[in-house]
């Protein structure tokens, strides 16, 4: 099979669509659609006769969630524009639009839904369709879905808070329990619709919670056929809504956000929600998490559990990196190296070697005085201690929210749930046309491609993402000639006498450094546009069998874009940038031309900070305008366009149509910009001590401005199941085990923090200063080599060059001229990268060994849960199942006593053994 057959697979050209549809433009008021092509389920009656919906009146209740009957809840919305008012040329479109939709609706109503459709009270064209499921389909598909719900009030002691006698103080962090009532808490089981009366139902109208109703809408939704085209069904409200058929399917908000609702029966979650959760005055209170999931469902739940734990746990990050920060500040004046540099008997008297051929001149080392101030605020023993505590912290991290994310699986009834309750896509199943063996129960079912082409599909895909990874990479190799290129501009305008008042502050690296790193940063966002859009291109072509698989897949995707996207440029500066330069008088060329660029005298470290924090900040800053202004000012113009006289009543239904629709992707991009956001915090911290602090700040933003967008700008996201927050666990290991190996590293090769040490405990045995009195008194002289000004070649001879200066120094360790080994590498370098490799392999292996420590002795899932799913699955037993073990019982009886004890004794057994 080649690739053009998979791409065509299930397709139908729009020519044929055409010449099917003068076949099926008139539809009578009342059809019989074929059996075959409608899906159906055990307990729906067969057989029922499907009319078209009728129009209803508005009954002029803006908060109503009901029909006009005022009885049956609204669990889905449906939008289109009415064809018959369309211009006449498009009719031929249009007829075909509404064939499909009335198909679509009958499909619906066949399946046992009722809809009730509503003309818009703002434009006359719109359409609204009110879709509701009875108690019988309701029960049905619970039962399909594996739902969860409750056999009886949890019975088990809770164990009281480590923390209750500080409750006077912590309650004011809490949502006022007044408003936000705590639930009672329920064993639950998969509902089964013929043990109906062993489940905790007071009323049937509050059985179903609005998420679980609109979860089992959409499912419906999802499959129920719109066309047919000889053997192939076509199906899915998501293809309806890609071609135009309709504008629009959203699940409705229970009420206005800022408003209370008088109608009856309105829990007004939205407007608790709002008060104790999105608003800006309760910034500082914990999230209803609850209150949360039941609105959203437990995807967007575990998401703000997520990021409400990440913010928690980085606050003690924050305090000891903010500590690191204060102790580097307070000693930059006192550092002796740094006083060296700035020394004008010391660093001034230092002529350094030109770092670029020919334009470059000659410098003195006292002019990097003040980011050598700026170095020792980041570059200091305080940074060393800082980065072995945050490799710790990125591991109880993960363990402890291993433990959290246990106790909301439970308390959320989502244990198990992958293995139980996912179906396939609808997109999948629509192209199943082959038949394979399944190898678990050995009989054949429809898959949508062979071995072959899914073989082809797989290399496809692998082969685009490595070739956007590669075009990445050379945007990377842009900026870094960037770089190279116009270095050697700054090195001759900022020593001009024109520039001499900002010369003291700003040095050609930190003039280089901070315009790569704002070139860097807009390259970024533009590239990450182009990615998402190939991501999704190759997630759709492989076809993944469950949503949770497309998710993964697509996460797994992006995230190798973002990550070498993003941090690319900090590798660069952290270990490759200073690295391979030579000397001064053979140096090291890129791609034969341009000279490679050369660290400042105290190293990369400085560069790498400031490259963190453009990247990092602008990142946030860019997100947080981007989801506050652009929602609020795309609602601002919707609403000035579609007003309405102010005696018009505008209904629930299209009030939520006038927000913005929902994402595609939903959490994606947010779980997305917080684990690129970890990155950050966990893999460069040891240049960057305040990175813990910038984030803590931007997630306390972070969690009101989601709350707030999808609260209030956004139309109800739609209710789904997640256990976990999926392949982006993984991912965050991953990360927490490289992040150790990084900060060794940026401390080892980046830092200057090894040959000062290896100085501090060295002998008077090699070429400057005196060793054996311990001190940092010239350090700065011996990690500078000499270089005499006659060995230079005729390319890279500086053409401004000053006759006087015979000899330069430049950063290394070699021997100097006139040595028998000139500019080889000396004994003292050697020393130096002994010391490095040694503090890599010693840091490390301490590192991880304390995390596998730590990972061993902290159970991922607390004692109390595992004795709450034992209890849950006994009362399951008991419970559900305890009636059949009855009814074979007494069939048994009549006929053999014997039989009946064993019986009777064997369910006695398997009651203890729950």
Not at 84 to 106: G, L, N, V
Not at 351 to 361: L, R
Not at 721 to 739: H, T, V, Y
Request: aromatic share 14%.
């Amino acid at each position: 099979m080649s690739a053009n057959d998979i791409l065509e697979m299930d397709s139908v050209s729009e020519t044929e669509e055409m010449e099917g549809d003068a076949e099926l433009d008139m539809i009578n008021e009342e059809v019989v659609y074929p059996e075959e092509f409608l899906p159906t389920y055990h307990s729906i009656k067969e057989g029922t006769r499907i009319t078209k919906t009728q129009q209803a009146e508005f009954n002029n209740k803006p908060d109503s969630l009901f029909f006009n009957d005022g009885v049956r809840r609204i669990d889905f919305i449906l939008v289109y524009e009415d064809e018959d008012k369309k211009e006449f040329e498009k009719r031929h479109t249009f007829q075909r639009r509404k064939r499909r939709r009335e198909y679509f609706e009958a499909s619906l109503m066949k399946m046992g839904m009722e809809l009730e459709a509503t003309q818009s009270v703002v434009d006359d064209k719109l359409m609204f369709v009110k879709v509701h499921m009875p108690w019988e389909v309701l029960c049905t598909y619970a039962e399909v879905l594996h739902i969860k719900l409750p056999i009886q009030p949890n019975d088990l002691s809770s164990r009281p808070s480590p923390w209750r006698f500080l409750s006077c103080i912590t309650k004011h962090f809490y949502p006022n329990e007044e408003l936000i009532s705590k639930e009672t808490e329920f064993f639950t089981a998969p509902f089964e619709k013929d043990r109906v009366e062993y489940f905790y139902i007071k009323d049937r109208d509050v059985f179903f919670t609005p998420s679980m109703r609109s979860r089992m809408a959409y499912y419906i939704l999802s499959r129920a056929p719109y066309d047919v085209r000889g053997n192939i069904k076509k199906f899915g409200i998501t293809k309806l809504l890609d071609s135009g058929v309709y504008k629009a399917a959203y699940p409705l908000h229970d009420c206005r956000f800022n408003v209370r609702s008088t109608e009856a029966g309105c829990p007004n979650e939205r407007f608790l929600l709002y008060q104790e959760w999105a608003h800006p005055k309760s910034f500082y209170k914990m999230q209803p998490l609850d209150l949360i999931r039941k609105y959203y469902g437990e995807k967007i739940g575990i998401y703000f559990a997520w990021l409400g734990f990440y913010t928690l746990m980085l606050a003690l990050a924050a305090v000891v990196g903010l500590g690191c920060f204060i102790y580097g500040y307070k000693t930059q004046e006192t550092s002796t190296w740094s006083k060296e540099v700035c020394d004008p008997n010391i660093g001034g008297k230092i002529v350094m070697c030109p770092q670029c051929d020919k334009f470059c001149n000659y410098w003195r080392l006292n002019s990097t005085c003040e980011s050598s101030k700026k170095l020792c605020i980041f570059d200091n023993f305080g940074t060393l201690v800082f980065s072995v505590f945050m490799s710790v912290w990125v591991t109880l991290f993960l363990e402890f929210w291993k433990r959290y994310q246990a106790e909301l699986e439970y308390e959320w009834d989502t244990v198990e749930f992958l293995e139980q309750e996912e179906p396939p896509r609808p997109e999948y199943e629509a192209k199943c046309i082959h038949e394979r063996k399944n190898p678990v129960t050995g009989v054949k079912e429809k898959v949508p491609y062979t071995t072959c082409g899914r073989c082809v599909r797989v290399s496809i895909g692998i082969g685009t993402v490595l070739f956007w990874i590669m075009l990445i990479l050379a945007s990377i190799v842009a900026v870094t000639v960037y770089r190279l290129a116009v270095f050697f501009t700054f090195s001759t305008r900022l020593r001009s006498q024109k520039l001499e008042p900002i010369k003291e502050y700003v040095t050609p690296q930190m003039a280089t450094s901070v315009t790569a790193s704002l070139i860097s940063f807009v390259v970024i966002m533009i590239l990450n546009i182009l990615y998402e859009r190939v991501a999704i291109w190759i997630t759709d072509f492989e076809l993944p069998r469950t949503k949770t698989d497309y998710e993964n897949s697509l996460t797994l995707k992006m995230f190798l874009f973002q990550f070498v996207n993003y941090y690319s440029s900090c590798f660069y500066i952290a270990f490759f940038k200073g690295k391979v330069v030579s000397y001064p008088g053979q140096p090291v060329y890129l791609l034969g031309k341009y000279r490679n660029e050369e660290c400042d005298p105290g190293g990369c470290l400085f560069e790498l900070t400031t490259q963190l924090s453009i990247i990092m900040g602008g990142k946030a800053i860019w997100n947080n305008i981007q989801e506050v202004l652009l929602p609020w000012v795309k609602n601002l113009i919707s609403r000035y366009c579609t007003r309405v006289a102010s005696e018009k009543v505008i209904p629930r239904w299209e009030q939520d149509y006038q927000l913005q629709p929902v994402s595609k992707l939903g959490l994606f991009y947010e779980y997305l910009e917080m684990v690129i956001q970890f990155g950050f915090v966990t893999l460069f911290v040891a240049s960057f001590p305040l990175a813990p602090v910038l984030a803590l700040v931007n997630n306390l933003f972070e969690i009101r401005v989601d709350a707030w967008k999808i609260t209030t700008q956004f139309r109800r996201i739609l209710p789904e199941k997640a256990q976990d927050i999926g392949a982006w666990q993984p991912i965050l290991q991953g990360i927490a085990i490289l992040a150790v190996a990084t900060n060794a590293m940026i401390i080892a090769f980046t830092s200057d923090m090894i040959p000062r040490l290896v100085y501090y405990w060295s002998f008077s045995v090699y070429p400057y200063g005196d060793y054996s009195s311990n001190t940092m008194e010239g350090y700065i002289n011996s990690s500078l080599s000499v270089f005499n000004v006659n060995d230079f070649s005729n390319s890279s001879t500086p053409a401004l060059g000053n006759s006087t200066v015979t000899t330069c120094r430049y950063r290394d360790f070699r021997y100097p001229p006139g040595h028998p080994r000139q500019y080889e590498h000396n004994v003292y370098y050697w020393h130096v990268i002994a010391a490095k490799m040694a503090f890599i392999i010693v840091v490390e292996h301490i590192i991880y060994f304390t995390k596998f420590i730590l990972s061993y002795v902290i159970p991922d899932v607390p004692y109390a849960v595992k004795e709450q799913i034992k209890r849950e699955k006994y009362l399951t037993q008991v419970i559900l199942h305890e009636t059949s073990l009855k009814l074979v019982t007494k069939r048994l009886k009549p006929y053999d006593e014997e039989t009946h004890t064993e019986l009777t004794g064997a369910k006695e057994e398997l009651e203890l053994d729950f």
